[in-house]
T-cell receptor
Framework: AQSVTQLGSHVSVSEGALVLLRCNYS??????LFWYVQYPNQGLQLLLK??????LVKGINGFEAEFKKSETSFHLTKPSAHMSDAAEYFC???????????FGQGTRLTINP | DAGVIQSPRHEVTEMGQEVTLRCKPI?????LFWYRQTMMRGLELLIY????????DSGMPEDRFSAKMPNASFSTLKIQPSEPRDSAVYFC?????????????FGEGSRLTVL
C-alpha cells in the first residue's frame, strides 16, 4: 500500500535560515510526488510536483524538492526562510494511473524573527 | 477566475441534525474530491467523482455520510444524523483530468462543529 511519512510535525527556523521539511514515501510503483502548502483558514495550494522528469523540482516562492529513489525521499527545501513561509506543508503521493492523492500528516513550519 | 467555492464556511449544529455541505468546482474541471481534515487523522479522502460519477467512496466513514454530484457544477456532502466526532474541516477540490496532473484546486473549506 502506498503511504507518505513526514518527519517532524513541527519545524521551527529563524528568518533567513535554511528550511528543510522531510518526506519519505512508500509505493509499489514509481509515484508522482507533490508538496502542498496550507495557510491558516485556507485550502491547500500546490507548491511543486515531481512527475518523472528532472529529479530536482523547483516550485513557487523559492521552494524546491529533490526526488531520491534510492532513499524513497522527496524533501522540501528553501535556502532562506521568510516570515511569510509560516504555514503547514503537506507531502502527497499519487500512483501513476490512479486519481487518488494520499497526503502525509503535515509539518507546521514556524519562522522566528 | 473563480476558484472552488464551498458553503457554508462555518456550520455549528447539534448532534442528530442533518448537515449539507456544498461545493461548486472550477468550470471545466471534470474531477471532484471531498476531503476531511482533523488534528488526529490529518487529511482523509472521503470520495471522488470523475465526470459526475462516483469512482471511489471507500473513504466515506459510514452510512451516515453520502455525497452526490448531480451535474458538473455542483456537489453535496450530507451527514445524517451528525455526531460530535464528525467535527472537522471538510474540503472540496477539483482538477482537470484527475490527480495525475498533480494539481488539485482546493476550496477554503467548511468548518463543521457538532455539539
Amino acid at each position: 500500500a502506498q503511504s507518505v511519512t513526514q518527519l517532524g510535525s513541527h519545524v521551527s527556523v529563524s528568518e533567513g535560515a535554511l528550511v528543510l521539511l522531510r518526506c519519505n514515501y512508500s509505493s509499489s510503483v514509481p509515484p508522482y510526488l507533490f508538496w502542498y502548502v496550507q495557510y491558516p483558514n485556507q485550502g491547500l495550494q500546490l507548491l511543486l510536483k515531481y512527475t518523472s522528469a528532472a529529479t530536482l523540482v523547483k516550485g513557487i516562492n523559492g521552494f524546491e524538492a529533490e526526488f531520491k529513489k534510492s532513499e524513497t525521499s522527496f524533501h522540501l527545501t528553501k535556502p532562506s526562510a521568510h516570515m511569510s513561509d509560516a504555514a503547514e506543508y503537506f507531502c502527497a503521493l499519487a500512483e501513476r494511473g490512479a486519481q487518488k492523492l494520499v497526503f502525509g500528516q503535515g509539518t507546521r513550519l514556524t519562522i522566528n524573527p | 477566475d473563480a476558484g472552488v467555492i464551498q458553503s457554508p464556511r462555518h456550520e455549528v449544529t447539534e448532534m442528530g441534525q442533518e448537515v449539507t455541505l456544498r461545493c461548486k468546482p472550477i468550470s471545466g474541471h471534470n474531477s471532484l474530491f471531498w476531503y476531511r481534515q482533523t488534528m488526529m487523522r490529518g487529511l482523509e479522502l472521503l470520495i471522488y467523482f470523475n465526470n459526475n460519477v462516483p469512482i471511489d467512496d471507500s473513504g466515506m466513514p459510514e452510512d451516515r455520510f453520502s455525497a452526490k454530484m448531480p451535474n458538473a457544477s455542483f456537489s453535496t456532502l450530507k451527514i445524517q444524523p451528525s455526531e460530535p466526532r464528525d467535527s472537522a474541516v471538510y474540503f472540496c477540490a477539483s482538477s482537470l483530468g484527475g490527480t495525475n496532473t498533480g494539481e488539485l484546486f482546493f476550496g477554503e473549506g467548511s468548518r463543521l462543529t457538532v455539539l
